[in-house]
């Protein structure tokens, strides 16, 4: 009996590597998930990028600290050349982790959103993005 559950287990973390990413390429399928997104992204992210994911007016300019401005999220700006792994790990980490010597404004939210909550807001955003740069930023994801 111990065998056999040792067994599963051991299956489990064989195979676990190969699902450790099916959460990707995120959808806007689910008006649920886009719902909880909605409500993720107004509490923590619309101070700076916005309630309607505009971005700051001037966006590609400096702020006073000569720092970027948030840019926007509904795929006017560049967001969606980004792959979900890579905007996963800019909201989880901010880009201090991703980008050396990093001193902009855009800081991790691993501490307060889990990685499902995370991908609720990537879900959040594409429900703004046109068709073209959906079915494009889905293909990226996959690779
Ligand atoms: C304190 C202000 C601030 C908050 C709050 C904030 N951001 Fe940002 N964000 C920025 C700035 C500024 C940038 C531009 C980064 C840079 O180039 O330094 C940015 C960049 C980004 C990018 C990269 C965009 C691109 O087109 O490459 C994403 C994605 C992003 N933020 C998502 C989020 C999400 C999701 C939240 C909420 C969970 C959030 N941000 C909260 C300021 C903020």
Redesign the pocket.
């Known amino acids: 009996m111990r065998f056999i559950i040792n067994l599963t287990l051991l299956t489990f973390f064989l195979i676990s590597p190969l699902y450790a990413n099916n959460h990707y390429p995120i959808t806007r399928d689910s008006k649920v998930k886009i719902m909880e997104g909605k409500t993720l992204?107004n509490e923590?992210?619309a101070?700076?990028?916005q309630i309607n994911l505009a971005g700051a007016p001037n966006w590609q300019g400096y702020d006073e600290d000569g720092?970027?401005?948030?840019?926007p999220?509904d795929g006017t700006?560049?967001?969606w050349h980004?792959s979900d792994e890579q905007?996963h790990s800019?909201?989880k980490y901010g880009?201090a982790k991703l980008v050396k010597n990093y001193e902009?404004?855009?800081?991790g939210?691993g501490e307060i959103?889990n990685d499902r909550q995370i991908d609720s807001?990537i879900a959040y955003l594409k429900s703004y993005w046109g068709d073209d740069k959906y079915e494009f930023q889905i293909k990226l994801s996959k690779k």
């Open positions: 992204y923590n992210c101070s700076c990028h720092h970027r401005l948030p840019p999220l700006g560049h967001t980004h905007l800019i909201i880009l902009g404004k855009m800081i939210f959103l807001i």
